[in-house]
T-cell receptor, first 113, second 114 residues
Framework: AQSVTQPDIHITVSEGASLELRCNYSYGATPYLFWYVQSPGQGLQLLLKYFSGDTLVQGIKGFEAEFKRSQSSFNLRKPSVHWSDAAEYFCAVALYRDDKIIFGKGTRLHILP | ETGVTQTPRHLVMGMTNKKSLKCEQHLGHNAMYWYKQSAKKPLELMFVYNFKEQTENNSVPSRFSPECPNSSHLFLHLHTLQPEDSALYLC?????????????FGPGTRLTVL
């Protein structure tokens, strides 16, 4: 069955430090992958997506993600985090010709001043 | 209005009340979704509507009753809820007819059941 795994429930980094959030997926076909961000009490906002082409994708707010087929991974990165990046981050995979998306359980990012 | 809107943003209700949550999308999409997000739990897909037809009911209790009168509007009717139903209810929409369907989310309704 299709699944998305985010192995880190919480991550804490200092402001200005680099960030990498991990995501692994299990899906037999070519995946369509997303990263969403959710600030407290808010809906989910799309950060970036990958469907095909260049495996390094750029998103909003200075985020990027790299698709690695051999590792079934789609890790999210940012070179220098800001206090406003504190939020919950969800990795997700869209299924081919299906109206549903499979979400990971999320990683909550904490920023130290 | 743009994107996906939800009203009300906050709702407090007693267990014997009847209330409704409303979602409207201004994106020309054909599919709409209800999710439940509880504290310390992952996102739970509740219902999916595609071209106004319900295509998914994820074993949701009958005290939650969805309604999709057209492709732009989605309601969630609530009655005799339990305190454990307190959560953030998120609405989303997608094109619904493509090979891959990206979802766009509303801001959510924070529901508290007393």
């Amino acid at each position: 069955a299709q699944s998305v795994t985010q192995p880190d429930i919480h991550i804490t980094v200092s402001e200005g430090a680099s960030l990498e959030l991990r995501c692994n997926y299990s899906y037999g076909a070519t995946p369509y992958l997303f990263w969403y961000v959710q600030s407290p009490g808010q809906g989910l906002q799309l950060l970036l997506k990958y469907f095909s082409g260049d495996t390094l994708v750029q998103g909003i707010k200075g985020f990027e993600a790299e698709f690695k087929r051999s590792q079934s991974s789609f890790n999210l990165r940012k070179p220098s985090v800001h206090w406003s990046d504190a939020a919950e981050y969800f990795c997700a995979v869209a299924l081919y010709r299906d109206d549903k998306i499979i979400f990971g359980k999320g990683t909550r990012l904490h920023i130290l001043p | 209005e743009t994107g996906v809107t939800q009203t009300p943003r906050h709702l407090v209700m007693g267990m014997t009340n009847k209330k409704s949550l409303k979602c409207e999308q201004h994106l020309g999409h054909n599919a709409m979704y209800w999710y439940k997000q509880s504290a310390k739990k992952p996102l739970e897909l509740m219902f999916v509507y595609n071209f106004k037809e319900q295509t998914e009911n994820n074993s949701v209790p009958s005290r939650f009753s969805p309604e999709c009168p057209n492709s732009s509007h989605l309601f969630l009717h609530l009655h005799t809820l339990q305190p454990e139903d307190s959560a953030l209810y998120l609405c989303a929409s997608s094109q619904g007819s493509r090979d891959y369907n990206e979802q766009f989310f509303g801001p959510g309704t924070r529901l508290t059941v007393l």
